[in-house]
């Protein structure tokens, strides 16, 4: 019995590779190669003004040591920045579009009139383009004409107009505002969903042995969530880690909210230093990679934990 059970697993596992290898394949193509081409960048001098010629450098536009001084990416001051930024950019709107997506499920999961088209309402800024949006918020956060100032004016809630994209303690807090705005239905998607999964008769025993709805919430409800909501969370990290449309177009290329993704834009299309650039690109992907496996280790643990 136990020798057809593992014949039958591989057998599956077989199976599973045959139909996975056309996609791998194609990945490769368009992404490995590309990649590659990168890594392979990031390792010359290479420039836009003339791509023909060029020889390599190692890792010097990594991080290279000349009369003392460090040289390099990982010892520029002003990628340590960036990535301080994104880390900062990627932690806050995931965090708070986390919280709120799930709020939002909880209401759209409960029976009331209209809830069909609250939830049609919902996926109107998912649906918006980032680049529609970023322009769109980029004109009401405008200090001189936005509707955002004009409205808090005629509330009272500030006496004079404010440069929100322009201020630096104001730009990073108004990009990461929009972003949740945009992509909190996306998790509230993906909650409301595992949410209609869940057995009624979990809530049935709850509420005849008179539980509060806080501890159903947390004891029930969000234990049987988690795994979707892990999935949310993993696709809006990985989407804030690289974010560059909304960030660039909405304040440029500025300190107060310089990501790893507009740095390596900078170096490589402005300054147009290939090899520079393309060491910025493969350092993002390297710590995008890394955040995700420790993010995906740790999911996997805890979830193996919690059945046990």
Known sequence: MAQAHTEATRERIRSAWIFLAPMLIVLALVAAWPLARTLHFS???????????????????????????????????????????????????????????????????????????????????????????????????????GVIN?????????????????????????????DVWKTTPFVALLA???????????????????????????????PLIRPALAVAVIF???????????????TGATDATLTLSVFARRELVDFQDVGYGSAASTLLFFVIALITALYVTAVRLDLDGKRR
């Open 43 to 145: 390792l010359t001098n290479a420039t836009l003004v003339d791509m023909n010629h060029y020889s390599l450098v190692g890792l010097d536009n990594y991080l290279a040591l000349d009369d003392g001084r460090w040289y390099g990416v990982l010892s520029d001051p002003e990628w340590l920045k960036a990535l301080g930024n994104t880390l900062v950019f990627a932690i806050t709107s995931v965090t708070l579009e986390t919280v709120l997506g799930v709020l939002i499920a909880l209401l759209l999961n409960m029976s009331f009139r209209g809830r069909g088209l609250m939830r049609a309402a919902l996926l109107v800024p998912w649906a918006i383009p980032t680049v529609v949006s970023a322009r769109m918020w980029s004109w009401m956060l405008n200090d001189q004409f």
């Open 150 to 178: 004009d409205a808090l004016m005629k509330l009272g809630l500030i006496a004079a107009p404010v440069a929100w994209l322009a201020e630096p303690h104001l730009a990073m807090a108004s990009v990461v505002l929009v």
């Open 236 to 250: 809006r990290l990985l989407d804030a880690m690289r974010m560059f449309d909304l960030v660039y177009i909405m």
């Open 192 to 222: 409301l969903a595992a949410l209609q999964m869940v057995p009624r008769d979990c809530y049935e025993a709850a509420r005849v042995d008179g539980v509060h709805p806080v501890r159903v919430f947390f004891q029930v409800t969000l």
